[in-house]
């Protein structure tokens, strides 16, 4: 009876693995021949013309990296198995949609020789986000061979603000603020997109 409870359970196991599942998923990332346990995020570098935006990406990298439990995040190098290098290579936005500046100004208290027929404001701008992440081997307090890299990238909308009693200008700093939220969605996502792209290798 015994030997038959056996035979049953290496049969079910047997079954289990050639249809793809496994009992319990391995607690450590696999590059390679390369087994990662701790990762160190180093601080990102920007490559664009945003100041503050590595911050925004960085940050969003420590959050969701310390919330997954397979790997554990470590807060210095010589720590690590592996190094997650970062750098932004684009953050701006252009004008996403324009419209005449009369229609704007149709009411305004300018006299007709000042309104500038003909010119054109931003009626919403597209924010655009690149980054490009490697993952370093890090082994003898020495940065090793690559052992994973993409580039992500990811735009969104947002809407333009203009001061209607001035002329074809927009209010800037609310463009910016604007664009600064449309960021910090942007990279949320860039990094929702990169973890995902590795996660099977934890």
């Given at each position: 009876?015994r030997?038959?409870?056996?035979?049953?359970?290496?049969f079910l196991?047997v079954?289990?693995?050639?249809?793809?599942?496994?009992?319990?998923?391995?607690s450590?990332a696999?590059?390679?021949l390369q087994?990662?346990?701790?990762?160190?995020?180093?601080?990102?570098?920007?490559?664009?013309?945003k100041p503050?935006v590595?911050n925004?990406?960085?940050?969003?990298l420590?959050k969701?990296?310390s919330l997954?439990?397979?790997?554990?995040?470590?807060?210095?190098?010589?720590?690590?198995?592996?190094?997650?290098i970062g750098?932004?290579?684009?953050?701006?936005?252009?004008?996403g949609?324009m419209?005449?500046v009369?229609?704007f100004?149709?009411?305004t208290?300018?006299?007709?020789?000042?309104?500038?027929?003909?010119?054109?404001v931003?009626?919403?701008y597209?924010?655009?986000?690149?980054?490009q992440?490697?993952l370093l081997?890090y082994?003898d307090?020495?940065?090793?061979?690559?052992?994973?890299g993409?580039?992500?990238s990811s735009?969104?909308?947002?809407?333009a603000?203009?001061?209607?009693d001035?002329?074809?200008?927009?209010?800037t700093h609310?463009?910016e603020s604007e664009?600064?939220?449309?960021?910090g969605?942007l990279?949320?996502g860039?990094v929702?997109d990169?973890?995902e792209?590795i996660?099977?290798?934890f």
């Open positions: 009876m030997l038959k409870i056996t035979i049953i359970v290496c196991a079954l289990a693995t050639s249809c793809g599942y496994t009992f319990q998923r391995t450590k696999t590059f390679g087994t990662v346990n701790r990762i160190y995020v180093k601080p990102m570098v920007n490559n664009s013309y503050g590595e925004l990406v960085y940050n969003a420590l969701k990296f997954q439990k397979n790997v554990e995040l470590v807060s210095s190098q010589e720590n690590a198995d592996a190094l997650l750098v932004v290579t684009q953050a701006n936005y252009v004008a949609g419209t005449d009369a229609g100004l149709e009411n208290i300018l006299p007709p020789e000042k309104r500038f027929q003909g010119l054109a931003a009626t919403s597209t924010a655009s986000l690149n980054c992440f490697t081997e082994k307090k020495k940065e090793g061979k690559s052992l994973w993409s580039q992500f735009s969104k909308g947002f809407p603000t203009n001061r209607l001035v002329f074809g200008t927009t209010a609310i463009n664009f600064d939220r449309a960021l969605d990279a949320e860039i929702r990169l973890y792209s996660y099977w290798r």
